[in-house]
């Protein structure tokens, strides 16, 4: 064989055995192995998710009973997420400077991305200026988290044009807390009915005791409660919007009488709701109106175990049961619609919304401020012998209404606040009080 024959021979056997090496190494990738190479690229990780600022306004500060359970909630999620960092913005339901604050975040573009807020006129101006979206398709949207709700607690929040825009966590009730042995030392009866009442402001203010712990600006609950009493159900849900109740004229005349019988603390022109509260909660009164929250800021054992919370009295003329109470689900979370347009917040927030009202946080903060939950199967006894009393008042009552001041503006409650110190010292008639908190009312209207 010639020279040149051999090395072309050769040639076609090297060709032939690097086409089949070829062969087998694209045999091997189809079989699902992977040659390895001294250059294999690896595999690109996953993208880190991106940082997240979230702000979370809400009442749980100050002496918040719930304010320790409602921070742990937070950095729970955080803990969880640790690309989303939550500010907890908080200020005392007690300072009556936090509704100035919402009002203004509201309606200057610094709307919290969560707000933990009152439902009802409080919070019609920012829901009808479109500031907060509505929550039914979210909740419709996942069903684990709507049925973890008390039906009832939902519906106790929507809307008059059906939409939710607040979730609720934990209701409330309020009620006339009693120190039964400052009752039986002065061998009274508890203050079941009128006479009863007006028995023991007399009996207690002769010697010395406050009857009754109240301010008379911070005056709330003495306003839904001597109304409640005096125009019952229906007459004090209906607010101001059909006219003014002749019976809330006799709720402020009924202030007046008490008033003038030594019920209220001798300061209750200056105090606000926190002194009045450390009042009773010091033994120093014997009754108050507070909320199931309020029992948590009490630290007195020999207050505390004497305690008893019952429905105040109805009063003679009007058409209250003595069984009617106020209570419900007056608050819950809203979302920013800038939040909810906002691709890079929104996932975030309504995470973070899902967690905070999930049944077993829902469960932490009614344990930790007695107040009712509001997801479904979550049974709290109560802390305290108060608390279980105070769920069984609720549970009996003829009706459970919410605050007055879910009904009228805030300017007008401002005006029947300023109008109880202005009636019990007879400086206005409570028919000029309530014509002027009408006035306004039908004015914020228009």
Known sequence: MKKSSFILMSMLLVFTMFVAGCGKSENNNASGETPKTETETPKESEAPKKDVSLRVFSTFGGTDTAREAFQAALDEFTSKNPNIKVENDTMSAND????????????????????FYFVGADAKGFVDAGKVVPLNDILDSDSTWKSGFSPAALENVRQKDGNIYAVPLTGFYEGLFVNKKIFEDNKLELPT??????????????????????????SHYVIEHFILSAAGSKGHNSGLADGIDPNWEKGYAAMKELYD?????????????????????????AMILEGSWAMGNWK??????????????AMPGGVGTGKDVIGGFGSGFYLSKSTFDNADKKDAAIALLKHMTSPAVIEKIALANGGTPAA??????????????????????????????????????????????????GKKTPADVLKEAKDIEDANKK
Request: glycine content about 8%; cysteine-free; charged content about 20%.
């Open 300 to 313: 007195d054992p020999a207050v505390l175990d004497n305690t008893t919370v019952i429905p105040f009295p």
């Open 261 to 285: 019988l030594g019920a209220f603390p001798k300061d209750a022109a200056t105090i606000d709701l926190g002194m009045a509260s450390n009042y009773y909660g010091e033994g120093k009164a």
């Open 376 to 425: 479904a199967g979550v049974e709290i006894k109560g802390k305290t012998q108060t608390a279980t009393e105070g769920f069984a008042m609720v549970a009996n009552a003829d009706s459970v209404n919410n605050p007055i001041d879910t009904m009228v503006a805030p300017e007008t409650f401002s005006t029947l606040r300023a109008g109880v110190q202005a009636v019990v010292t």
């Open 193 to 218: 009915d009128w006479d009863k009442m007006k028995t023991a402001v007399q009996t207690l203010s002769k010697k010395g005791i406050i009857p009754l712990a109240a301010p008379f600006d911070q």
């Open 96 to 115: 009556d400077g936090f509704r100035t604050k919402v009002n203004t975040d509201m309606t200057s573009g610094n709307e919290p991305d969560l707000l």
